[in-house]
């Protein structure tokens, strides 16, 4: 197909779908968007004439819909591994009791462990019966903050890096404490779960004091 004779007011659906045609205005562009299902929708530019190369350009019908395909599964896999991170934090900080969630959402031989300053103050615990005693014990108050999000996919495995700041309380003290995920998963029945959890510090910090003062709290 010519991509210059498509009409300005047409989305395409690729995977073989039907068209889906939609006015560029906003208001039915957003109905469109809306339906829930498993296909992307490449809208026509307003001031172009060609239909941008948002994925690798095939002529060949079976090629088009493997890299769609393709690029289908990535995105959903992200949104299913935002989500898992979400579930694990949502859990820890708001959810006192959730030892058995928290254990679930990990494969049966998943790793949760401190590494760098944090290696000797968490521990390492492997499998669901470790991880589910780790966070029964009592545990402090703590609201983690997550940014810098980076996902690679590959397959049925996924690496996942985050920064967090989180405040918390140590030895009974109110703390800042900033540092680093990062994290390895495996699909599993077509679940995405937690195969390691690596928590890192980069300051552990009295309230108080701030990091200029006290980098690491002893």
């Known amino acids: 197909m010519d991509a210059s004779a498509v009409p300005n007011s047409l989305a395409i659906c690729a995977i073989g779908l039907p068209l889906v045609c939609a006015n560029r205005t906003a ?3 957003n109905s469109a968007v809306k339906v829930r299902a498993a296909f992307f929708i490449l809208v026509h530019p307003l001031s172009g004439s060609r239909i941008p190369q948002i994925f690798p350009y095939s002529t060949k019908p079976g090629e088009v819909h493997k890299e769609l395909s393709h690029h289908l599964d990535v995105l959903e896999s ?3 591994i935002r989500r898992l991170m979400a579930e694990y ?3 820890r900080d708001f959810s006192p009791g959730s030892s058995t969630r928290i254990a679930r959402l990990f494969s049966a031989d998943g790793v949760w462990e401190g590494v760098g300053r944090l290696a000797e103050v968490l521990g390492s615990h492997q499998g669901r019966d470790a991880i589910e005693r780790r966070f ?3 545990l402090p108050f703590s609201v983690h903050f997550l940014t810098n999000e980076l996902i690679t996919i ?6 996942g890096t985050w920064r967090y700041l989180q405040s918390t309380v140590y030895k009974g003290q109110a703390v800042w ?3 680093r995920y990062h994290n390895d998963f495996v699909r599993v029945e077509g679940l995405w779960k937690f195969q390691h959890v690596r928590i890192d510090a980069v300051f552990v910090t009295p309230y108080e004091d701030g990091w ?3 980098a690491f709290l002893a």
Do not use: H, N, Y
Request: without cysteine; proline residues 4%; charged residues 30%.
């Open 154 to 159: 590959d397959g049925d495995t996924a690496v």
């Open 177 to 179: 404490i900033a540092g």
């Open 78 to 80: 992200e949104r299913a």
């Open 27 to 29: 208001s039915r562009l």
């Open 212 to 214: 200029v003062k006290t």
């Open 136 to 138: 029964s014990a009592p």
């Open 89 to 91: 934090l949502e859990a």
